[in-house]
Each structure stands twice: as C-alpha cells, then as structure tokens.
C-alpha cells in the first residue's frame, strides 16, 4: 500500500515537472514582465530628482545629466497645503478600508448562509450592479441631496465603501472554506450569531479580510474622482486630487495664501515637471511598502475556489 502511494507521488511529482530549459523560459519572461511594471516607476523617480532647467533643455532621460532635490525641498516647504492634503488621504484611507472590511465581511457571511431565507433576492440585489447601475448622476443626486455629503470628508468614503466583486469574494470564501459543522456545533453550544461570526470565522478568515483590506486601500489611496464630484474646498482634497489638479492646471498650488508672493513668482520659483514627479512617488511609496506584509494573505484570498490539483 506504502509502495503504491510512492509510486503515485512519483507519477504527480513527474507530471508537474518542468523541463529546465521551460523554468529557464518562465523566469525570462517574469523578469520582463516585473521590469515592465518596475521601470515606469523608476523613470518617474529619476525624472523627481533632476534639475529643472536640465528638463527644460534636455527633456526626460533615465540618468539625470544634472541632479537635484529641489522638487522635495520644494514640497516641504508647501507644509501646510501638502501635508493637509496628506493627512486627508490618510484619514479616508484608514477609516473607509475599515468600514468598508466591516461591511463586506458581514454581507458575504450573510449570503453564504444556506438556511438564510432572503439569500437569494439579496444575492442578485448585490449582483445587478456588477452589470449595471444608476450611473454617475444617481449617485451624485443620492450623496448631495439625500444624504447631504456635499463637501464631506465622508462624501470620499461612503460611495466607495461597499462593492459587489467584494462581497463576492467574501461570500465565496465563507462558503467554500468555512464548515457547517463548525457553525452548528456553535449554535448547538448557545453562541449568537454576532459571536459565532467574531469569535469564529472573523479569526480563520484573515486571507480574505487581506485581500479585501488591500483592495479598498488601493481605491480608496488612488481615488481623486470623489473629490472632483464632491467637494469644492481645497481643505478637504486628498493628495491624489491635487496632484491630479497640478497635473491640469498648476495654479492648484498656488492658492495657497500663506506664500504672500503673486502667481507669476509662484510659478517661477517651482519646480513644476519635478514637483509632478515627486508627488506621484510620494503616492505611489506607501501603498509599495505596505504590500509585502499582506503578499502572502492576499494571494491565498485571491486562490479561494481554484482548482488545486
């Protein structure tokens, strides 16, 4: 009996071999692959440490010809606008990637009750949007007059907080991964539904609490639409909308009047190709350096329901 399992391993360890000269294929091909995602940010960081009058005169290049921090000394001298800005982001980022988890976890756990009676009509409630919605204008009608987030910090929250591809996963995780046996010995034993889902599936579900973290944490950090629909105060723009009005007109900056100077000088004392740069890598870092420590969560939640062979 031992001799056939080994001789079966040997079969399946034969069969998922790969040949040295395909490993060799496959790892070329990650390379480029990784270089191609890697360089963009690499060409927008040099272009952040180069001089301004070397772009002016040279253009954009990979080896700066003359280099210079003057587009980060520059942003930290714009404290107040920039760090302002900053502090938004982070706020709306933290707190809707939590009240987006929340919600998400407890709608996908609901709809992966079997014995829940309203389960199918709230299931294909959560899937029509996926193929269509009410469209920009719905939105905007339901957020300003109905619900009053006309230039709210909240108004940058609440329309991304819930989406339907994420209740998806969250329910195929709960359904696929979690055991019914788990959740009756628990009702058998008196625990509340409120508690059997804290108690039990919140801590063996950290997978896809990762990945649902690291989705809403992308949207929410890289958001700048929100702000465009919603709020009309420079106070609450996040880092994204303003980069995204430097991008479109760079007068965004210099409303700031604590610099006491005119538009014109303003201009010329900034650093304008640079500046640009240098706020995408400060957008681009955090998100970077927060990754690696959800990687290993985040593919096994993305796995969920995959054919394992």
Do not use: H
Not at 22 to 38: E, G, K, P, Q, R
Not at 44 to 66: A, D, H, N, Q, W
Not at 110 to 136: A, D, E, H, Q
Not at 289 to 307: D, E, M, N
């Amino acid at each position: 009996m031992a001799k056939k399992k080994e001789v079966e391993q040997e079969g399946m360890n034969r069969l998922n071999r790969i040949a040295p000269k395909t490993n060799v294929i496959f790892n070329v091909i990650f390379v480029l692959c990784s270089l191609i995602c890697i360089l963009p940010v690499i060409f927008v960081f040099m272009i952040s440490i180069t001089s301004e009058e070397t772009l002016k005169r040279y253009g954009y290049s990979f080896i700066p010809k003359e280099f210079s921090l003057g587009a980060y000394r520059f942003l930290l001298g714009e404290g107040e606008t920039i760090l302002r800005a900053l502090g938004v982001s982070l706020f709306v980022t933290i707190v809707g990637t939590i009240i987006g988890i929340i919600l998400t976890t407890t709608m996908g756990y609901v709809l992966s009750r079997p014995n829940y009676k309203l389960k199918g009509f709230l299931t294909m409630v959560v899937f029509i949007p996926m193929i269509f919605n009410g469209g920009m204008i719905a939105s905007y009608v339901v957020n300003t007059n109905m619900l009053g987030l006309k230039n709210s910090v909240w108004a940058l929250i609440w329309p991304l907080a819930v989406s339907s591809f994420n209740i998806i996963i969250c329910k195929t995780f709960f359904r696929t991964t979690i055991p019914d046996s788990i959740i009756e010995s628990a009702k058998i034993d008196g625990a509340a539904q409120l508690s059997i889902f804290t108690r039990i599936v919140l801590p063996i579900s950290k997978p896809v609490i990762a990945t649902i973290g690291l989705f809403l944490t992308f949207g929410y950090w890289n958001d700048w639409f929100q702000s465009s629909l919603y709020i009309n105060t420079d106070k609450l723009y996040s880092l994204q909308a303003l980069l995204n009005s430097i991008l479109q007109n760079i007068q965004a900056l210099a409303k700031n009047p604590a610099m006491g100077v005119t538009l014109q000088q303003y201009k010329n004392a900034m650093p304008q190709e640079g500046a640009r740069m240098a706020i995408a890598i400060i957008i681009i870092v955090p998100i970077a350096c927060a990754y690696p420590f959800f990687q290993k969560y985040f593919i096994s939640g993305l796995t969920i329901g995959a054919v394992k062979g």
